[in-house]
Every structure is written in structure tokens, then in C-alpha cells.
């Protein structure tokens, strides 16, 4: 929504089966100049090119942008399914990911800060019991995990890279539900796809800058053969 910035997203799937997800690299300054990050999920999601090839592109214009991760996937059910990564501040190219669970916050993929251990964890017991759930008891699960506000304390490898940006919110951004007074959570997305194609998208978004006020979207469609 920054001027000169509109019309990216953070997350986002399409009927073609592509899907993107950013994160940002936290960073004890920024370059208010650096390109917006958001286009980097909106172009996959409206361009031709595969996951890997997308990324490799963007890896050569990184240096452009302000630090960030991004998730690349084709889901497709007579090719198979395909998902990517890339951080620009890794210092390495993108790869293609084997299956598998996997983390990210706002550092690099995996990093083991203690939070992302912590989410990670809530992860996996809620998939294990996945077969026993309906669909709509996984997604209470998982929204359940993003919205956990236990404090994961120490966190001195999140202060080490947020410096003196992060200190003041340190105990705050440990927590899998981040809440301050003018910075935190807003929305959990989660997006289950079957081996059928079928997609479910459910987005829970703050109201205002109200805990207590969520508006709850979901909307579900099969992916395009």
C-alpha cells in the first residue's frame, strides 16, 4: 500500500495451482529507495515460468530489494507437486525443496530461533493428527498454532540480528502471536490442498486494531488440469 509500492501480497494462490509466500528479513535498517518486495509473490502468481526458474531470475535482482524470503510452489496433480526457496541474504541460490516440514519467520529458512523451534513443533503434532481431523477442525488447529502467544525467551539471536530495531519489542516478537501497542499480528492464512486438487484458503484478518474483532474468509476451488 506504500506509494509507488501498490498492488503486491505477501501470500497468494492461484487455480493454476502456483503459490508464493514472503517474508521479510529482519533488518536493523532499510533502504526506503529498495524495490517493493510484494510484486515479487503478485508476478509469479500471474507469469508462465516454474518455481525454480521464477526464483533464479529473481536471485539476480536481489541485491535490489530490501531483505527477504520467498516461497515458490507448483502444485499440480499429473506432474507432481514442486516447492522452492530463496533468501536474499543467504548468499546462495535458489533450491528446490525435498517434502518435508519446514519453517520460516524472519530470518533464513530454518533458522532455529527459538520461536520458530517452538511453531515448528505445533506444526507437526497438529499435522500427526491430521487423518483425525475434518478439514475445518485441521484449519481451527492450525490457526490455533499461529496464534500462540507464549514468550520464547531467551531470544538473543533475534535481538543479535534486529539490533537496536528490535530491542525495544524483543519479549513481544518472540511469540508466535506478535502483539504491541502499534505492531503485531493481524492476519493467519491457511491454505490446504488435497491430493485431489481440491483447495481450501481461509484467512482470519483483525478488524481494526482490535483483538477482540476478527473477520474469519474462505473460499475453495479446484485446481485447473
Known sequence: MEKGKEGGTWLGMSKKGKFAALT???QPTVNLNALGRGHLVANFLTEEEDSLTYLKKISSQGH???????ITADFNNTKGDMMCYYGNKSGQEP????????????SLLETPWKKLVHGKKLFTDAIKQSNEL?????VQELINVMNNEEFQLPAADIEEQGQDFIRPIIKEVSALFVRTSSYGTRTNTVILVDAKGHVTFTERTMLKPDLNQWKVSSYQFELET
Do not use: D, H, R
Open 24 to 26: 521479510n528479513y529482519l
Open 95 to 106: 533450491n528446490a525443496l525435498e517434502p518435508g516440514i519446514y519453517a520460516l519467520s524472519n
Open 134 to 138: 475434518s478439514p475445518e477442525n485441521l
Open 64 to 70: 535490489l530489494y530490501n531483505g527477504f524470503n520467498l
